[in-house]
């Protein structure tokens, strides 16, 4: 009976993870190194990269110093009530409950250049649906409740006496959040931090829906592979996802260091 | 620091966690707050500390309003109650902290975090890691980082809660004397009388949000202003029909009287261990002895009414189911208006002895 269980586990995950994987970079190979070196080198897919690697940077840094603030209000704010406190913390979970296409549908519906606040905007000379605004507040709404999850259970754990305690001994607000706080919290929020990224990069649907996947202007790494695929052009599509694949398991391994230090810690 | 406060109040959302309290405190002072738990005591430390805001009333330091004052700028040191140390941070940082922050000069710093170790008896810890410390060493990390930054109170909440029996004694007499040392004024929070007893000054009994009376462990051992403060301090047995008791006859006057009577207010013992205090004894009878390590806990039947007292260990050992002779030497009597203490008419005026 357990070696059933375990041959099931170890089919399924054949199934579900190696085999994809191993296909991929077969595929990516097939035509050989020019296939692949072509697949990547067109300028399209050098533009969808930086395109990804934009996001990727603009979102982490967005979320990382809101999402540490936000954690700090909900645990620690006494001028905040209960009930507001409950209230906005189910509010954090709605990304994880709503489907990104719907949450990329919501933003074109609320900021498109249909809407009025989207042609206000629009004859400001600032797009933001189909433009990297959108996508960066796309993927934003997708990650928001990455690092607030990782950083509220520790704040709780912690307990603000620590904090209590340097602010008796005379620190400021920004003194005692730098030498107290924060490290306590810097390798929950390092590994808050690289979900994020995973997660950015990776981002397809809420993207896909605002973004318009326009080659050369707004087109991310996953909406290429898409698109490739779409146009019959495998060869390409699997050199790309191949470097996709890397960054996250590159990403991964350290989150497995990361995790390391935050059990420490 | 001089340290008053007036009609003091907190409330947290419909529990009334202070209550009108009125002190003031004189410099150099050690101040035991003494109560039952979820009584209020840490609530008045916490805003005398600044780290609880106040409803109504007035915290004077030096005379100085300073209920606006954030914690910082109190001039206090605060130990709490599970120490609150800086973990990802060594002994000395932890010392250091307060002085950093204050920006004081490398060298000057070096040498009060130097001083403060000599002086809590840390030396060869300064590299230390507090979870690498036991329970009375990181008691005295805290010590020395609150006062690091030469505080002029000294808050200390439940300083020994968490610390094994043993130790616990050696490391209150050490702040006895460390405080009497520095001529810092202090006030500390503690469910233990003993501790109180032991280290205080001046003891304030506060109980559901009120201060119940304050003075000296004796005044209140001896002058107890409430029927509270006669329970809390000190073992008693509180005695419904006092007056049934031989030499409180007396008590009958004041209906709805009830009595305390601690057992060091008791003697037991046989007929000829009383002498000339013999008239003032009643018969009872010993119902159960317990053995408490220095001397024998006797519960005692009078009549229906069942007392306990204390008897040494050098005297006659007595047996469940004994007759003895008792004498009550005084009782504290209270009602709903009034409470005083009653001594045994019999013993004051003995009745002469027939021959």
């Known amino acids: 009976m357990r070696r059933l269980w375990i041959g099931c586990t170890v089919v399924v995950f054949t199934l579900l993870l190696i085999i994809p994987v191993?296909?991929?970079?077969?595929?990516?190979?097939?035509?050989?190194?020019?296939?692949?070196?072509?697949g990547i080198t067109r300028p399209e897919t050098g533009h969808a990269l930086f395109m990804t690697g934009l996001i990727v940077v603009i979102v982490t840094l967005i979320n990382t110093v809101f999402g540490v603030m936000l954690s700090l209000y909900l645990v620690r704010a006494t001028w905040l009530g209960r009930k507001l406190k409950q209230l906005l913390n189910s509010i954090v979970d709605l990304p994880f409950?709503?489907?990104?296409?719907?949450?990329?549908?919501?933003?074109?519906?609320?900021l498109g250049p249909d809407t009025a606040i989207g042609a206000l905007l629009g004859r400001a000379g600032v797009d933001i649906v189909y433009a990297l605004p959108g996508m960066v507040i796309a993927t934003l709404f997708v990650t928001f409740p990455l690092i607030v999850r990782e950083v509220m259970p520790v704040l709780q754990e912690i307990g603000n006496s620590q904090e209590e305690a340097a602010a008796t001994l005379g620190a400021s607000a920004w003194t005692t959040f730098w030498r107290v706080t924060w490290p306590s919290i810097r390798w929950s929020v390092v590994y808050g931090v690289v979900l994020t990224v995973a997660r950015a990069m990776g981002e397809f649907g809420a993207v896909l829906v605002v973004s318009g996947n326009i080659i050369n202007k707004t087109q991310t790494a996953t909406t290429l592979v898409y698109q490739d695929v779409e146009n019959f052009n495998l060869t390409a599509a699997n050199a790309v996802a191949l470097v996709l694949a890397a960054g996250s398991v590159a990403l991964l391994l350290f989150m497995e260091w990361a995790k390391s230090r935050k059990e420490v810690h | 620091m001089h340290v008053e406060v007036r009609g003091l109040h907190k409330k947290f959302g419909s529990f009334q966690a202070v209550h009108d309290v009125n002190f003031s405190i004189d410099k150099g002072q050690l101040i035991g707050l003494l109560g039952p738990s979820g009584g209020g005591k840490t609530s008045i430390l916490r805003m005398l500390a600044g780290l609880e805001t106040v409803d109504s009333g007035d915290i004077l330091f030096h005379g100085q309003r300073v209920n606006d004052l954030p914690p910082q700028e109190r001039g206090i040191g605060f130990v709490f109650q599970n120490y609150a140390l800086f973990k990802h941070m060594t002994v000395?940082?932890?010392?250091?902290?307060?002085?950093?922050?204050?920006?004081?000069?490398?060298?000057?710093?070096?040498?009060?975090?130097?001083?403060?170790?000599?002086?809590?008896?840390?030396?060869?810890f300064e590299r230390r890691l507090p979870h690498q410390l036991s329970g009375g060493q990181r008691q005295r990390v805290a010590f020395a980082r609150a006062l690091a930054p030469e505080p002029q109170l000294l808050l200390l909440d439940e300083p020994f809660a968490a610390i094994d029996a043993k130790i616990r004694h050696e490391l209150r007499s050490w702040l006895r004397d460390m405080i009497d040392r520095l001529g810092i004024t202090s006030i500390?929070?503690?469910?233990?009388?003993?501790e109180a007893i032991e280290v205080a000054d001046e003891i304030m009994?506060?109980?559901?949000?009120?201060?119940?009376?304050?003075?000296?462990?004796?005044?209140?051992?001896?002058?107890?202003?409430?029927?509270?403060?006669?329970?809390?301090i000190g073992e008693s047995t509180i005695v419904d029909n006092v007056s049934s008791l031989r030499g409180f006859d007396t008590a009958s006057t004041w209906p709805g009287t009830k009595a305390l009577i601690r057992p060091e207010y008791i003697e037991i013992g046989q007929a000829s261990e009383f002498a000339t205090k013999l008239s003032a004894t009643e018969r009872g009878r010993v119902r159960h002895i317990h053995f408490?390590?220095?001397?024998?806990?006797?519960?005692?039947?009078?009549?229906?009414?069942?007392?306990?007292?204390?008897?040494?260990?050098?005297?006659?050992?007595?047996?469940?189911?004994?007759?003895?002779?008792?004498?009550?030497?005084?009782?504290?009597?209270?009602?709903?208006?009034?409470?005083?203490?009653?001594?045994?008419?019999?013993?004051?005026?003995?009745?002469?002895?027939?021959?």
């Open chain 2, 292 to 355: 408490r390590g220095s001397e024998w806990l006797v519960e005692v039947e009078v009549g229906d009414t069942k007392l306990v007292t204390y008897r040494s260990l050098e005297k006659q050992v007595l047996h469940p189911g004994e007759e003895v002779q008792v004498l009550i030497h005084r009782a504290y009597l209270f009602n709903d208006n009034d409470s005083w203490i009653m001594e045994n008419k019999l013993k004051e005026d003995p009745l002469p002895v027939h021959i």
């Open chain 2, 205 to 232: 009994i506060i109980n559901k949000g009120r201060l119940e009376q304050k003075g000296s462990p004796w005044e209140i051992y001896k002058d107890p202003q409430s029927p509270f403060v006669a329970g809390f």
């Open chain 1, 22 to 38: 191993v296909r991929i970079a077969m595929g990516a190979w097939n035509e050989g190194w020019s296939g692949f070196s072509g």
């Open chain 1, 97 to 110: 409950a709503v489907s990104p296409v719907i949450g990329g549908l919501m933003i074109v519906l609320l």
């Open chain 2, 92 to 124: 000395a940082d932890n010392i250091a902290f307060g002085l950093e922050v204050k920006k004081w000069s490398k060298a000057k710093i070096k040498d009060r975090v130097a001083e403060l170790v000599e002086l809590t008896g840390l030396s060869g």
């Open chain 2, 188 to 194: 500390f929070v503690t469910h233990d009388q003993d």
